[in-house]
């Protein structure tokens, strides 16, 4: 609109361009700049952040797919909190996150350092290490549910070699979330090793002579030098890896189904049960309002602490 | 975090655009015939669809009725985003009554109660389909629970066939005496919750979902669980975390019994024919009765499949596609399913002459009368809770056949989640 006054509007026009000759210059950068972004734009706005935006409407009501959404104000959230159900979910989303995330960490910046020696064969090593996250996630599911067997798996099979009476892993209520966050770390810490690789690869190796020469041991290299040289590496990776963790849903769908009863039943799949299968899209929508605020403030916190080491 | 939401509001993005595509079309095109289309799923997992409308095309000059075809295990969720996008076809199969329910209460089927008042008594099932005193669907197929048994596995144990008098006590003894007497295990028990608590649900006097109390899901599970520990059953757990099939289980002879729902008649018949299935003979026997008092008409379960209007059809259409309606009701209609190894809603001599003429099919009369004979209730009730209640159930379920809970403390638990999810007390 502003385009179009301005061009047609003869008197001003002139007296506006004399004073800045490079206005309209910009104009016209920014339009192409404007029109590069579009087609992704676009595409972000129709199929996420209109639907987003929606999510938070529909959250404030009854909405159950067909008609009207009925206006209910806050009723969803007061339900959210005398609901068991939700709180078993939020409890079992913490509890996979909570072993989850450590794990990961530690199984991916472990092999990251293994395969960051100089090793016959690393390169084959590193694409081993990475070919769970490419796989199937059905596949995965399918086999290790297959190990995980009580009576037939290899695992219990194995572990009665030692005399070891195996659990009944993602069929017993104790042990299945465990089993999940094992096929969890197992799937997530190749892709999460090759972050860290990359973040090593930049440590100069200048520091390491200067420890080394300053008389410091592995473990203090490791502990003075590369975890403080990490940081920001370190930094993306606890981001990525804890919203991931917030949102889990095709690993606990394929393995466990939120079974046995709601031993591993997280959020995304009570969204997915309100939502989808009960047709409760307004209080399926204020778990997800929820979530998003779980994922927000927990890594707002991390931005925090981040933000203060670097200071 | 986006992805949870996205898929939630990812609905109405997709109703918004195709909201815009959607237009009316005239009733008839001009040589006077009128289209209609019927939703369904995958036709290769249901070949009953194709058939019922080459038949009515062929016999109907001035209606041409054409599929819509639907991804079968997301049937639910698309059907419900093109109803709601306006985009839906004139005519739609119902999958589940719990579905059913949703589309009914958002006014999104035709009253074709008309139609349901011009059936004969033959037609089953119709109760399901209806809510306040009118009908919003019109069954076409009705399957039931029965027991599947392998004749040659109960000669390897010299056990004898099922009567017809069974109760579940019996069955679980032989079932014992197989497994003791073959290698194969006396039964299996698939792993969803209907295959055990479908019977239980209503065979037991008294007992309903919506009752909010479940205490008569005991005796069922006690029995369940012994016969799991007493090697007689495969293992719950063994069952999910190797993704075990039920027709592989009956199919390859690994279990001399099975409860399961006719439809497995049609594609133990095509196993057989192909090889997929070992060769054996068997048979059709009577759901096991929770005691002797039903004998006579053995209670058992199973949901109706019918095909309802969509409430915007155009006007000019209603007529012809209420005519197709009557038609998949109608005895013509049933024998033509019956003869592909399909339980019609229409029940007849005729029928069941139909059914048991296929190819490898069981020639002895008890199957027959099993096929006949039976009182099949619904195994949902019709009500806008009953889709809460079953993932409770589906949940108890786990917990107790994978003997991680307690019975008692699963269905403690299971009540007190009917009363603070759906709102019932018992």
Known sequence: MATTTSTTAPAPAPARGARRPGARLKRRNALIGWTFVLPNFLGFAVLTLIPVIAVFYLSLTGWNVFGQAPWVGLDNFTRMLGDASFHRALLNTLYYSGLHIPLTLVASL??????????????FFRTAAFFPYITSMVAIAVVWNMLFSPETGPINQFLDLFGIDGPGWTTSATWAMPAVVLVGVWREMGYFMVLFLAGLQTIPRELYEAGRMDGAGAWQRFWNITLPSLRPTMFFVTVILTIGSLKVLDLILLLTDGGPGQSTLVLSQYIYKKGFVENDFGYA?????????????VTAVQFVINRRRQD | MKRPLTATAGILAVGLTVSACGGSEPAADADGVVDLTLGTWASTSAPEFQLLVDDFNASHDDVEVSIQEYDTDNYETQMTADLSAGAAPDLYAQKTVSAFVTYQSGGQLLDVSDVADGLD??????????????????????????????RDLFDAAGVDYPDGTWTWDDYAEVAQQISDGTDADGAYQHTWQSALQGFANNQTPGADLLSGDYGYLKPYYERALALQDGGAQVDYGTATTNSLTYQAQFGKQKAAMMPMGSWYVATLLAQQADGEADDFAWGLAPAPQLDESTLDEPVTFGDPTSIGVNAAIDEGKVDAAKEFLSYVASEDAAVALAEIGITPAYQSDAVTEAYFGADGAPTDELSRQTFQVH??????????????????????????????????????????????????TG
């Open chain 2, 375 to 424: 009182d099949t209730r619904p195994e949902n009730p019709v009500d806008p809770k009953i889709a809460t209640v079953q993932t409770i159930m589906g949940d108890l379920h786990s917990a107790v056949m994978s003997e991680s809970t307690s019975i008692d403390d699963a269905i403690a638990e299971a009540e007190q989640r009917a009363a603070n999810e759906a709102g019932i």
């Open chain 2, 121 to 150: 008594e033959h037609v089953a099932g119709l109760g399901s389909w209806q809510v306040d005193g009118s009908t919003w669907a019109v069954p076409f197929r009705q399957d039931s629970w029965f027991l599947f048994y392998n």
């Open chain 1, 285 to 297: 929508s204020a778990v997800s309002v929820a979530l998003f605020l779980l994922c927000l403030v």
């Open chain 1, 110 to 123: 472990g092999l990251a350092l293994l395969l960051n020696q100089k090793l016959r064969g690393v390169a």
